[in-house]
């Protein structure tokens, strides 16, 4: 059976490094001739990268809530007092080298030479595919390319992976409602919704593909970005 192609999502990233830290450490790491600092190294990758991809969502919330801060403290009302927004600070769970996805690759070819290796490893560690010119919806996901325009006009590319169409979702950061941005059957796709006021609007994105107007797939991860007057 075929390889799997390297994620190409943070969200893919984070699925396969999920999948080689619960897998690997015990005895089928060392099997495959993974030694302990490599072993070591693969669980403070997970750790740091789950982290830095949630901290980094919190810092993006926040953006919003500088503008506005910025805004008062610039144009008012003169009162009342306002309070500085604070920021999270960044501190890895653990130290170590940059660098996790090469990382990530050199440990798969590096067990995939081991003797040991094998189809049912290859499928207990979510590298082979059973079929590839039939994608598995369990398993597919778009990914998009959101790039912010004027007039709070947010550009999306994206593949629809030999799909129909992509069907877009959008709310503003803090909303716990999905709205319809748009289906697309070319990339890129404009979404034209205006901000309030005119003013820059933290989003969140996510996009489905469609066959025949059905869902095909799973959602891709969250995306975000801040509306551009």
Known sequence: MPDKPFPRSEGGVEQLLDRLADELPGALGPLLGLSSDDLTRLTESRDNYHYVRDIGQEIIAKSQTYS??????????????????TFPV?????????????????????????????????????????????PDPENMFPELTLRPLNNSVVEVKFSRSGQDALRLDWRAKGDNTWLLAGIYTSSPGL?????????????????ILLKKNQPVSQYSPTYNVITTP
């Open 68 to 85: 506005d801060f910025k805004d008062a403290m610039f144009y008012g009302p003169e009162s009342p007092k306002i309070e500085a927004p």
């Open 90 to 134: 960044v501190s890895l769970p653990h130290e170590q080298d940059q660098g996790i996805i090469p990382f990530m690759k050199y440990l798969i070819r590096k067990l995939k030479a081991s003797e040991n290796y094998n189809e049912g490893i290859g499928e207990t560690l979510d590298l082979i595919t059973d079929n590839p010119t039939q």
């Open 191 to 207: 979404h034209t919704e205006p901000s309030p006021n005119g003013d820059p609007q933290a989003r969140e994105y996510r996009g």
